[in-house]
């Protein structure tokens, strides 16, 4: 996404109501925070006014596609702390059962049995 051009209120207001001939967004989660980051520092967000907020706030949804609670949740930390950060990912990751030559395998013994069910399959493979 091309951040060099940040508009304005007005331009963020018009854009809000539909006055807009060109849709943006952005890619992912590294590009959107970065976006949200350039708009709230330039336009120095706590100092801002409850109605300009809110068109801030709106626009800022329509561009990242973040819902209204994301926003606010965003916005709360950036508030607090003077910038957005990615927090870390908190979700365990386990590692796989099946290799991928395992995986291969049991797609080729598959089509060989003609899409029989995994316990037939299974009993296939028991008696080989």
């Known amino acids: ?3 060099t051009h940040i508009p304005t209120l007005k331009q963020m207001a018009q854009y809000v ?3 807009n001939i ?3 967004s952005c890619q992912n989660k ?3 925070y970065a976006f949200l980051e350039q708009v709230l520092v330039k336009h120095s967000y706590t100092t801002l006014t409850k109605p300009d907020k809110s068109i801030v706030k709106a626009y800022l949804s329509q561009i990242t596609g973040y819902s209204r609670a994301q926003l606010t949740r965003l916005l709360h930390q950036y508030v ?3 910038h957005l950060a990615l927090s870390p990912r908190t979700q ?3 590692r796989g059962i099946y290799t991928r030559t395992d995986i291969v395998e049991l797609a080729r013994i598959d089509d060989l049995l003609d899409g029989l069910s995994g316990p037939a399959t299974k009993r296939v493979l028991k008696r080989e």
């Open 22 to 24: 060109v849709k943006l």
């Open 92 to 94: 365990p990751i386990f």
């Open 80 to 82: 607090l702390s003077g």
């Open 17 to 19: 109501s539909g006055h």
């Open 30 to 32: 590294t590009e959107a």
């Open 1 to 3: 996404m091309d951040t």
